[in-house]
């Protein structure tokens, strides 16, 4: 046998159970905004050049732009086409950019945890770090908010062998690192979530700004028209089989908000939004809570 994590077994797709999300819609569909700040001279970050020595100021800069431009044009963008977001949010965008969180604050949008930085891995640290890690971000969170975040998503996506019992006994519901399946499954945990569980919501590795544009370099109309593709697909699948799906769509308002960008996606964003009839457009919160109501067995 090979190594296993343990964590969930394995459910065949066409045995899934034919339940609905609210409104009798079959697709739900959520942004997961990234609000990320990140050190200056050190560290980790995405790359839209390969960069020189630190400190890269090529990098650092472009980054720094979803914070102080980008991000804010994304947020025109999502009142314009009413739609709401879940944002993953570095908690040293408090200290950092504090407008910007108390912006998707008073639009209603869901905070969820993203670690304190982008600078930084979680998975490299040891136990007793990363359960540190975890309670800083989150009491940042609970002290700007009023309440601790229910969602997590680790900084790259990173997570050592605890994390998601580390993350249950933390308080959290629901992760979104774990990106194996269309639909929302239970996790096992050491951890006391009822009953020693953590939801794994479908986060995208594909429909992603940072792999299909940083990593494969996708150009702006080529991003929007995968999105939109996606979207198409996934309705004519659930209309077919008649299985639920979760669809996200993740953005970074350094990449995605630079203006080509955000206009390609704004075309893909708004036949979406036409679709809002046809399909449940949420947050990840809010497909956590809907799966809580679902009779036992219905998530896999």
């Known amino acids: 046998m090979l190594p296993t994590h343990g964590r969930y077994a394995y459910h065949p797709w066409p045995g899934r159970a034919r339940y609905a999300w609210p409104g009798g819609a079959k697709l739900a569909v959520y942004l997961g905004v990234n609000l990320e700040h990140f050190a200056f001279g050190e560290g980790l970050g995405a790359e839209l050049a390969p960069g020189g020595p630190q400190p890269d100021v090529l990098n650092y800069a472009w980054r720094d732009y979803g914070n102080r431009v980008g991000a804010w044009r994304l947020l025109e963008m999502l009142d314009a086409l009413r739609l709401p977001a879940t944002v993953l949010l570095n908690s040293a965008m408090y200290d950092y950019a504090p407008d910007l969180v108390a912006a998707h604050r008073a639009r209603g949008d869901e905070i969820a945890g993203h670690g304190r930085t982008n600078s930084e891995r979680q998975s490299v640290l040891d136990e007793a770090a990363e359960r540190g890690l975890i309670a800083e971000s989150t009491a940042a969170i609970a002290r700007h908010e009023g309440r601790p975040p229910r969602g997590w998503l680790s900084p790259w996506i990173a997570e050592s062998r605890t994390t998601p019992d580390l993350l249950a006994e933390a308080g959290y519901r ?15 945990t050491r951890g006391p979530s009822a009953p020693g569980r953590l939801l794994a919501i479908p986060y995208p590795q594909e429909a992603n700004d940072i792999p299909s544009v940083v990593a494969r370099k996708d150009g702006a109309e080529q991003f929007a028209a995968m999105v939109l593709a996606d979207f198409e697909e996934r309705l004519e699948q659930v209309a077919r089989d008649g299985i639920p799906q979760v669809m996200g769509i993740a953005l970074h308002p350094y990449i995605i908000g630079q203006p080509y960008r955000l206009r390609a996606l704004r075309g893909a964003l708004s036949a979406i939004a036409a679709r809002r009839n046809a399909v449940w457009i949420t947050t990840a919160g809010a497909v956590y809570d809907h799966a809580l109501t679902l009779p036992e067995g219905a998530v896999p």
């Open 174 to 188: 629901y992760t979104l690192n774990w990106c194996m399946d269309d639909q929302p499954v239970w996790m096992a």
